[in-house]
């Protein structure tokens, strides 16, 4: 049973409304209409989707962006449905690495209904799919209470990789990537050149004495301490052949 959650931003542009159509009659064709709910300001979705599952949906489709996807991502993952997506509008980078097309072409990679089953990142207890950035880090990281890292180069960023094309979402582990403006030569006559480590974990802390601030799947977060973890094969989503992994 299939229940299609509409974002607020396509109900709102007429520019998406013949695409909507388009998209709906092909649904219909292929067999897998179902539920339409629709996001507005004062309801809140993830209440929303739980009430669609209670009532026997074993599929959510997002019909939106990245952003209507971390709306519902904590939930979908939690309950054990499937997640599909049919992409409409800008910021569609998940649906790309799943290899769904955008708009109505999205209905026939839904219908083929090929599932993988992926790893899903946590900040704070946040749930994420493909990553975490963090810029001009100078925080310490505790990796796997085994040993501490403090940067101390003129310049740092931190990624997190969990589902980025280069890394396995499926294998239980994210990697953490540090890029430092490392001096190399004599002192005065030196360059400097951007070095990077590739860390694979399991767990990650990060603490800083100020608050900084982070993106979780290009969403910003800001506070002092970040637990960063793996939970493994943890969300059921439907994907193209396309797919990046």
Do not use: H
């Amino acid at each position: 049973m299939y229940c299609y959650l509409y974002d607020e931003f396509i109900q709102e542009n007429k520019r998406y409304e013949r695409e909507l159509l388009k998209i709906e009659n092909r649904l219909t064709d292929l067999g897998i209409a179902g539920k339409i709910t629709r996001l507005a300001l004062f309801r809140n979705a993830e209440e929303m989707i739980r009430d669609e599952i209670e009532r026997g949906v074993t599929t959510v489709v997002v019909l939106g962006n990245d952003e209507t996807i971390r709306k519902v991502i904590d939930v979908v993952a939690e309950s054990d449905v499937v997640l599909g997506l049919i992409p409409i509008g800008p910021k569609n980078e998940l649906a790309r690495m799943m290899g769904i097309p955008e708009g109505v072409a999205a209905c026939d990679v839904l219908s083929a209904r090929r599932i993988e089953t992926v790893d899903v990142g946590t900040v704070n207890g946040r749930k994420f799919v493909t990553g975490v950035t963090v810029p001009n880090f100078r925080a310490e990281l505790n990796c796997e209470d085994r040993f501490r890292i403090t940067p101390t180069a003129r310049y740092a960023d931190l990624e997190i990789r969990n589902l980025t094309g280069v890394t396995n979402p499926c294998d239980g582990m994210f990697e953490a990537i540090i890029r430092a403006a490392v001096k190399t030569g004599w002192w005065i006559f030196g360059s400097e050149k951007l070095r990077e480590s590739v860390l694979p974990m399991r767990s990650l802390a990060i603490r800083s004495e100020k608050p900084i601030s982070l993106f979780v799947d290009g969403e910003e977060m800001i506070a002092t301490r970040f637990d960063i973890g793996i939970e493994p094969m943890m969300l059921k989503v439907i994907t193209g052949k396309a797919r990046v992994f």
